[in-house]
């Protein structure tokens, strides 16, 4: 048995699971600490089908504790940016189009060294030790815990990152957080940087957060390991999380996709996940999320790291329904639902309110909602139809007919009918699909460089590629026997020279579960 755990703004769920089969699932609210709601959430679970600690085999725990940090600028260390690039890179300085707020919340420090590569592995300038020395001298003056280094083009060539981590160790010594941006970001420096200071400053926090879910866990009598969702569906050890917590960024989506996945049984399919406040709406392709192929903003902040392509429109169980145009959200009541709805007694018609008078959901008190015109929950029903369509037809890439899966405690509102798509599915368990797809998350490995393939040598290197991400996924933690590669591009680079190619491959296998030894 296995317990798979997301923590989300309004509700933290939970899902007892035996192999692929749903034992006990609950929907707790997520406390202030996060931790605590953890913990009542396995005790939920224990009373709806009693299990001892020694008889789980592993913990899969969805996580917003890192993305809100950065939101709310709260709990992140003092970060230092080292760049390597000079002369070149010179004119856009590191954090340039960071929010203030955010620059002053990790006391940022900026630093421009000599180093990097060209596009085609050339050599801009050599690394400078004394130069690297200086600044890290400087950043141990200022109070510095944490240092994110980033060189141009490092995915091509990622030595002078490693030489210049080594430096900064020298001199601020063995424990410094050191974060490098060919471990984080794909190509593109100013993106890839930033996401490499988002991971920087959030590291700290990270060995916390993983202590404190360690020990809630622990605290149940449960010694099996435990895994963080990353935000491509697959799973992380507690270690990586403390080196790697930018990676848990749109982790719940992903799991609400995969969860739709596994409890609808279709591996192609649009998922709209409806919560309290919005409705994510995403394609899983082969089992996991199709990833966005342009920059993601988080917290104002671009970045260039994997995340799921998920379009939110404001549409959710707790959005408030404007009674004279029918128009659903984008305000919503939020976590106050049971107090403010009609149906519990409250005074703001919601969705959920349109969703009981319709018949199509059982929750509070019905006759409180029996007033409402006919005319009217008809209406806010079809724009709600209106709407999670149109949404849906955005998010596909071809006319052919797509089937549509609709989970979250918030799509009862959704009809069973789309204009467009026809009948919709809703799964068993779909109000804890996002913890079901915690629990069944897989292990994963992924290379994504740009190579100069030899005349004669693609299918060498390509061969070569395939199994460094195969082998990434089996030191993660995968079964060999079970990994397959799940995602693969091949994209010639024609204004470079020497035959440039960025290869991607990705690697997915089954989790090795156990007790720990």
Not at 205 to 223: F, N, S, Y
Not at 348 to 366: P, Q, R
Request: hydrophobic share 40%; aromatic share 4%; proline share 5%.
């Amino acid at each position: 048995m296995h317990i798979g755990i997301d923590v989300g703004g309004t509700n933290t769920d939970a899902v007892l699971m035996n192999g692929t089969a749903t034992l006990a699932g609950v929907k707790h609210s997520t406390t202030p600490d996060v931790t605590s709601g953890i913990v009542q959430a396995i005790e939920e679970l224990k009373q709806q089908h009693a299990f001892q600690g020694g008889s789980i085999d592993a913990v899969m725990i969805g996580t917003t504790h890192f993305i809100n940090a950065l939101v709310q600028a709260k709990r992140l260390a003092p970060t230092a940016a080292l760049r390597l690039g000079l002369p070149a890179t010179a004119a856009l300085p590191p954090l340039v189009d960071w929010p203030d707020h955010l620059r002053e919340a990790i006391e940022s420090r900026s630093y421009l060294a000599h180093g990097g590569y060209e596009f085609d592995g050339r050599p801009i300038s050599p690394l400078d030790p004394e130069e690297i020395r200086r600044h890290a001298a400087d950043m141990k003056t200022h109070g510095i815990r944490s240092v994110a280094i980033s060189s141009v083009f490092s995915p091509v060539n990622h030595d002078l990152e490693l030489q210049a981590a080594e430096l900064v160790a020298e001199v601020l010594g063995e424990d410094v957080a050191i974060s490098l941006s060919h471990e984080i970001g794909r190509i593109g420096l100013l993106e890839r940087e930033n996401a490499t200071v988002i991971n920087a400053a959030l590291r700290e926090l990270a060995i916390e957060i993983v202590d404190g879910l360690t020990k809630a866990v622990r605290d149940q009598g449960i010694e099996a390991p435990i895994f963080l969702s990353q935000n491509d569906g697959t799973l992380m050890d507690e270690e990586y999380v403390r080196k790697y917590p930018v990676a848990t960024f749109a982790s719940g989506p992903t799991n609400s996709m995969r969860g739709a996945a596994a409890t609808s049984g279709l591996s192609n399919c649009a998922v709209v996940d409806v919560g309290g406040t919005t409705a994510d709406i995403g394609l899983l392709i082969n089992g996991f999320p199709r990833e966005t192929a342009n920059e993601v903003k988080v917290a104002g902040i671009r970045t260039n790291f994997r995340m799921p392509d998920v379009l939110s429109i404001g549409m959710g169980g707790g959005s408030i329904v404007d009674i004279e145009t029918g128009e659903v959200g984008p305000e919503s009541v939020g976590y106050r639902l049971t107090s403010e709805a009609l149906v519990f007694g409250g005074s703001t018609l919601t969705a959920t309110d349109i969703a009981v008078a319709a018949g199509k959901a059982n929750i509070g008190d019905a006759s409180k909602v029996a007033h409402l015109d006919a005319e009217l929950v008809d209406r806010v029903l079809q724009r709600i139809s209106e709407r999670i369509s149109e949404a849906v037809d955005r998010m596909r890439t071809s006319p052919d007919p797509i089937p549509v899966v609709v989970v979250g405690g918030g799509s009862i509102m959704i009809p069973r009918d789309l204009p467009l798509f026809g009948e919709v599915q809703r799964p068993e368990n779909f109000a804890v699909a996002n913890a079901i797809g915690a629990s069944i998350a897989q292990v994963g490995g992924e290379v994504d460089k740009v190579y100069s393939v030899e005349p004669g040598k693609r299918d060498e290197t390509i061969t070569g590629v395939r199994e460094e991400a195969r082998q990434k996924a089996i030191a993660a933690g995968a079964k060999p026997q079970s990994v397959s590669i799940v995602d693969f591009d091949e994209v010639p680079i024609p204004y470079l020279p020497g035959n440039a190619t960025r290869i991607r491959a990705k690697a997915v296998g089954d989790l090795e579960m156990g007790p720990l030894t």
